[in-house]
Each structure stands twice: as structure tokens, then as C-alpha cells.
């Protein structure tokens, strides 16, 4: 499985700051994804990183608040905007393995505080 | 009613137990099963893996698919205190570009 990196590992940011958060990997993948994963929820998806377009959000995230960029087939970008209390989360990327698009592997988090 | 539905625990069991986890669906589209297991502080790792109705046995690990009940199961042997996580399912129908759906996660304590 490819091995993932994530920095910041973690953060306490102020209401109103915006924090993005890197996503590495340390071989070229085609599908990318970032989830929220918030006390007491579901691991839920806020987007697919496209390598090349825009990013495709899940109802409820807009682009706005979360802007993703994915500059190519290793790397990309979360960047939580206008921070809230309500941002505070653990933030997820991961990525499809190579042997079937239906095994995910994830990164080791972001965990993200807003004061 | 939410599309996948996990025992919320949290789970305490004697080292050596048999663990049973369970997830329940409502989407009938979901063929696609999966078992993730995760540490404090640390991102989700890949534990089973299974299409479709039908057991899948790894080591100590099974994970049992019954689509027609639209019930999941993992069942841990010989329980270890390292087996001590979170562990959640995921679920993802065809087509869906691999978009995983989660259920919350139960947490797993296994006393020495």
C-alpha cells in the first residue's frame, strides 16, 4: 500500500484563520479523497482531489470553505477557510490502491483545533 | 435513518474473548464491505476487504457479509490487547468511483 504523509499533524488555530493542510504520497495515485472526522461521527467525505480540475465536493462542502488543490498524482492540499469552533476535526486524506479501486488507504490525520 | 448503522460500544472484553462487530445497512446498491481499524492518533488501516455476500477469513479475522439481512460482521479470535482500537465499516456500491460510506466506529478495549 502507498504511504501517506500529512502536515501539519496537528494545529490550534483562531476563529476567522484559515490552515491548509498537506497531503503526500509517495507514489503516483489516481484517485485521492479528503474526509472530516469529527467526535462522536461517521468518517465523512468532503471531496475527490482531481489531479488536474477542480475538486468534486459531497453535498454539503462547498469550495469556498474548503479549497483543494492537487497539482499533480502525489500531492495535494486541504485548506479549511473562515475557521469555526465547528471546523475542529481530525482531517483525512487517502488514497485508492493500486490492486483495487475499492481498498482506500488514508494518511495519519490532521487534527485540527479552533479557538 | 442513516445509510449504515454501527453498534456504538464502547466494547470491553478479557484477553483470549471472541469479539463480535456488526454493522447494518439500509442501501441494498452498497457490494462492497470493508473493515478498518484504527489506533488513537493514528489514520484508518485497511483491516478486511470483502465483495458481495460471503465470509472472508485472515488470521484471527473474519468478516461476514449477509446482503440479504444487509448485515456485516467482523469477528476477532483469541482477542490481543493490541487488538485494543477503533473499528469501523465502510461500505461503497459500484460505480461510485470509490466513495466509501462509514459507520461511527465502536471502540475495543481488550483487558490483559
Known amino acids: 500500500s502507498a504511504v501517506i504523509s500529512q502536515k501539519p499533524s496537528r494545529d490550534i488555530c483562531q476563529r476567522g484563520t484559515s490552515l491548509t493542510i498537506q497531503c503526500q504520497v509517495d507514489?503516483?495515485?489516481?484517485?485521492m479523497f479528503w474526509y472530516r472526522q469529527q467526535p462522536g461521527q461517521s468518517l465523512t467525505l468532503i471531496a475527490t482531489a482531481n489531479q488536474g480540475s477542480e475538486a468534486t465536493y459531497e453535498s454539503g462542502f462547498v469550495i469556498d470553505k474548503f479549497p483543494i488543490s492537487r497539482p499533480n498524482l502525489t500531492f495535494s492540499t486541504l485548506t479549511v477557510s473562515n475557521m469555526s469552533p465547528e471546523d475542529s476535526s481530525i482531517y483525512l486524506c487517502?488514497?485508492?490502491?493500486?490492486?483495487?479501486?475499492?481498498?482506500?488507504?488514508f494518511g495519519p490525520g490532521t487534527r485540527l483545533t479552533v479557538t | 435513518q442513516k445509510e449504515v448503522e454501527q453498534d456504538p460500544g464502547p466494547l470491553s472484553v478479557p484477553e483470549g474473548a471472541i469479539v463480535s462487530l456488526n454493522c447494518t445497512y439500509s442501501n441494498s446498491a452498497f457490494q462492497y464491505f470493508m473493515w478498518y481499524r484504527q489506533y488513537s492518533r493514528k489514520g484508518p488501516e485497511l483491516l478486511m476487504y470483502t465483495y458481495s455476500s460471503g465470509n472472508k477469513e485472515d488470521g484471527r479475522f473474519t468478516a461476514q457479509v449477509d446482503k440479504s439481512s444487509k448485515y456485516i460482521s467482523l469477528f476477532i479470535r483469541d482477542s490481543q490487547p493490541s487488538d485494543s482500537a477503533t473499528y469501523l465499516c465502510a461500505m461503497s456500491k459500484t460505480g461510485a468511483n470509490s466513495k466509501l460510506t462509514f459507520g461511527k466506529g465502536i471502540t475495543l478495549s481488550v483487558r490483559p
Open positions: 487517502s488514497v485508492v490502491g493500486s490492486q483495487s479501486s475499492y481498498e482506500q488507504y
Open positions: 507514489s503516483q495515485v489516481t484517485m
